[in-house]
């Protein structure tokens, strides 16, 4: 057994988590991006897309604007910068346990790389299984880690569902995500309340249909979770 598992107890996987949460996927972590000294290139860029939509960068609203969009990029694309080493590691455990897991409503804000407009949404992970789970507070931040980056909603669903697959070797993996691409809303006429879905399933998901079943009919159950 390596050393990143150990023993399972369930009281203690939270706990194991708060001490994590810091160092492996939080804001301590988000100064860790590529540098370019004080950003001034950054800034400089800012005021140029704001000149060329015809605005004023000198003034007064403006004069802070592209320090702040600087801030809030390094902010949204975050998940760049987080070790996924460092964000599971101590939180799996050898467990027999072989029933599927399944943790739902878990929110996400992404950039869509064409636009650079957000689209967010909910996500639904699930899997089964052999052997070893994951402490449930490490999901949402494995959604987070593939949502704060440039993205798109297919490949993002893909890579979290390949993540779980390659870290934990479950019997099988299954991920819905719905979201509302800002980019087709704020454009498109008549278009409010498009949502769009895209699922990835792996293993037993994709090769037994009954366990298909089962994970779907757990997402149309209503949540009865506090
Ligand atoms: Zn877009």
Same mark, same amino acid.
């Given at each position: 057994m390596s050393d990143d598992r150990s023993s399972f107890d369930p009281g203690m996987i939270d706990d194991l988590d708060d001490d994590l949460d810091e160092?492996?996927?939080g804001p301590a972590r988000s100064d860790q991006g590529p540098e370019d000294g004080d950003g001034a290139a950054f800034r400089a860029a800012v005021r140029h897309i704001l000149e060329e939509i015809g605005e004023d960068p000198s003034r007064e609203g403006l004069e802070k604007t592209p320090a702040r #969009? /600087? /801030?809030m990029y390094r902010e949204l694309t975050r998940g760049y910068h987080v070790d996924p080493d460092r964000l599971i590691n101590n939180a799996l455990f050898d467990v027999a346990y072989s029933e599927m897991v399944v943790v739902r409503g878990i929110e996400f804000y992404s950039l869509c790389e064409h +636009?650079?407009?957000p689209f967010y949404g909910t996500a639904a992970v699930a899997y089964i299984p052999d052997g070893r789970v994951i402490g449930l507070s490490k999901i949402p931040r494995i #959604?987070?880690?593939?949502a704060r980056r440039l993205q798109v909603q297919e490949r993002m669903t893909a890579q979290i569902a390949e993540f779980l697959m390659? /870290?934990?070797h479950p019997q099988g993996v299954g991920v819905v995500m719905e979201a509302t691409h800002?980019?087709?809303v704020m454009r498109g006429v008549g278009k409010q309340g498009t949502v769009m879905t895209t699922s +990835? #399933?792996?293993g037993i998901f994709r090769s037994n249909e009954k366990? /298909?079943?089962e994970f779907l009919a757990h997402l149309q159950r209503p949540p009865t979770g506090v």
């Open positions: 160092d492996a996927g #969009v /600087r /801030r +636009h650079l407009l #959604v987070e880690m593939f390659e /870290r934990l800002l980019c087709t +990835h #399933v792996l366990t /298909r079943a």
